[in-house]
């Protein structure tokens, strides 16, 4: 991927400052605040720009950006990036639109990450987008995060870091569940650890203030190590905390199982690691928590990756949390990628189910596990990437049902280098999977729950929107 190379190298805050509204292009006259206040009840879903029908959103975070037309702005960032919304699920039911950030600047990475949530009491989908490379009061690659608001009823706003810190990339991943709003800064310098990390908790509907949590925090199990990059995945559930309070799962894929307390390049490198924190947003003090190294629930080897995504899903009563290990040794196939599934209900604590893979039929360097997502609809299945499945790098997505595996099935990409599965996300009945290398733009794929075949859609073409004044460039990097 142009993006990255594959796998590798991977306290009370004051308040946050508000920035003017992002422009959304085309104009946001299509998008309907009276429609979000008006949905009536019951399941919010993921409708964004309040038609009625849930949408999906695609990052390209090295899109070149061009000014919003008339506004006599500087002329086009390179790699500013931007968002696509698709509207109607992946642009089959409407007019899409690109969010871009207020003053694009060359190489922000904005769509790094991006989550549909609900951060208000409407029921229109609001959408948080990641820019880990934005220069923040004049600090280098520090990040921000964009909160645009769906239904174009309210103004965006941007979180930062009170103290920002020079390659931190605040905004690397997202979380939204409920009342909380969690950021990952995994190469932020806590408490002076170089790239140990940290992860940012807001509330949704109040977002001016934050709490930072790292491994140094009380309650936190585990030591802050150089390198070990708290925060890389986050997720927010219901893991087994008190009813009704969030907790927090953090991806640790660069912790080394290196035993107690604090080591320096000993053990097995990089060979994972993830925390789940509890009743996270009760607990403004002392944390409760448990952390788990891949060792724990079968072999491990140093570069492993085991915490590189996460992701949750509940049905009924139970929740599930995918852990994936995409340079884990699945079945009998060396670096092949695996995923870790844990279940939690309300009287039963979280504990490791069962490991998942291709078997014999993974491929070494595959990276199974390397972006995950639970497929809404029926019962739950989950959705694992293998980006660099195949001789060509086609990629593919492995679609699991975690209470029968034996049910799995795999979709393969079709472009050679496209590199099909990178991203994944579930979007109304559809799955949306990035393919950013396909093609001079990038693409994604919408995957139906018994679809087979594989149809690549770029900006520009049908219903998704091409980039004002710019052009894609990894259109599919990331999907959510």
Same mark, same amino acid.
Do not use: K
């Given at each position: 991927m142009r993006l990255l190379t594959a796998l590798v190298a991977a306290v009370t805050l004051p308040v946050l400052p508000a920035l003017p509204a992002l422009p959304v292009l085309p104009a946001a006259g299509h998008l309907s605040a009276s429609a979000c206040a008006d949905a009536g009840t019951g399941d919010p879903g993921g409708d964004f720009d309040g038609d009625g029908v849930d949408d999906a959103v695609v990052g390209d975070p090295l899109a070149d950006v061009g000014p919003p037309e008339g506004s006599g702005g500087p002329g086009r960032a390179d790699g500013a990036g931007a968002v696509h919304v698709l509207s109607g699920v992946a642009g089959q039911g409407g007019e899409g639109a690109v969010v871009t950030a207020p003053s694009p600047a060359a190489g922000d990475g904005f769509g790094w990450s991006v989550r549909l949530v609900h /951060?208000?009491?409407? =029921?229109?989908?609001?959408?948080?987008?990641?820019?880990?490379?934005?220069?923040?009061?004049?600090?280098?690659?520090?990040?921000?995060?964009?909160?645009?608001?769906?239904?174009?009823?309210?103004?965006?706003?941007?979180?930062?870091?009170?103290?920002?810190?020079?390659?931190?990339?605040?905004?690397?991943?997202? @979380?939204? =569940?409920?009342?909380?709003?969690?950021?990952?800064?995994?190469?932020?310098?806590?408490?002076?650890?170089?790239?140990?990390?940290?992860?940012? $908790?807001?509330?949704?509907?109040?977002?001016?203030?934050?709490?930072?949590? !790292?491994?140094?925090?009380?309650?936190?199990?585990?030591?802050?190590? @150089?390198?070990?990059?708290?925060?890389? @995945?986050?997720?927010?559930?219901?893991?087994?905390?008190?009813?009704?309070?969030?907790? /927090?799962?953090?991806? /640790?894929?660069y912790e080394n199982d290196d035993g107690q307390g604090v080591q320096a390049g000993e053990g097995n490198l990089d060979s994972g690691a993830v925390t789940v924190l509890f009743d996270v947003r009760a607990r403004t003090g002392a944390q409760l928590s448990r952390k788990w190294d891949l060792r724990e629930v079968l072999d491990a080897d140093a570069g492993d990756r085991f915490g590189y995504a996460l992701a949750y899903a509940e049905q009924g009563d139970t929740s599930y949390l995918a852990v994936g290990a995409p340079l884990g040794d699945?079945? !009998?196939?060396?670096?092949?990628?695996?995923?870790? $599934?844990?279940?939690?209900? !309300?009287?039963?604590?979280?504990?490791?189910?069962?490991?998942?893979?291709?078997? @014999?039929?993974?491929?070494?360097?595959?990276?199974?596990?390397?972006?995950?997502?639970?497929?809404?609809?029926?019962?739950? =299945?989950?959705?694992?990437?293998?980006?660099?499945?195949?001789?060509?790098?086609?990629?593919?997505?492995?679609?699991?049902?975690?209470a029968d595996p034996a049910r799995s099935r795999m979709v393969s990409g079709t472009a050679p280098g496209g590199r099909l599965g990178w991203s994944l996300a579930s979007a109304g009945n559809k799955l949306v999977a990035g393919a950013p290398d396909h093609g001079p733009?990038?693409?994604?794929?919408?995957?139906?729950?018994?679809?087979?075949?594989?149809?690549?859609?770029?900006?520009?073409?049908?219903?998704?929107?091409?980039?004002?004044?710019?052009?894609?460039?990894?259109?599919?990097?990331?999907?959510g």
């Open positions: /951060l208000d009491g409407d =029921r229109c989908a609001d959408l948080l987008v990641g820019a880990p490379y934005t220069d923040v009061a004049g600090v280098r690659d520090a990040g921000a995060v964009y909160a645009v608001y769906g239904g174009g009823g309210r103004e965006p706003v941007r979180l930062v870091s009170p103290v920002p810190e020079a390659d931190a990339h605040f905004g690397w991943s997202l @979380a939204g =569940r409920g009342p909380l709003v969690a950021v990952g800064a995994p190469h932020e310098d806590a408490e002076g650890v170089a790239d140990s990390g940290a992860v940012y $908790l807001f509330e949704s509907s109040a977002l001016g203030t934050a709490r930072r949590l !790292s491994q140094n925090t009380e309650g936190v199990t585990g030591n802050g190590e @150089a390198g070990d990059m708290f925060g890389w @995945a986050v997720e927010l559930g219901r893991l087994g905390g008190d009813a009704g309070e969030p907790d /927090l799962a953090v991806g /640790l894929p699945g079945g !009998s196939v060396r670096d092949s990628g695996l995923v870790q $599934l844990f279940q939690a209900s !309300s009287t039963a604590e979280i504990t490791p189910g069962p490991v998942l893979s291709r078997g @014999a039929e993974g491929s070494p360097g595959g990276g199974y596990g390397s972006a995950l997502a639970f497929a809404s609809g029926g019962d739950v =299945r989950l959705a694992v990437g293998v980006p660099f499945d195949g001789p060509e790098q086609r990629g593919g997505v492995h679609l699991v049902p975690p733009s990038g693409a994604v794929a919408l995957l139906g729950r018994n679809d087979g075949a594989v149809t690549l859609l770029s900006p520009g073409a049908g219903r998704i929107p091409a980039v004002t004044g710019g052009a894609s460039v990894d259109f599919g990097a990331a999907a």
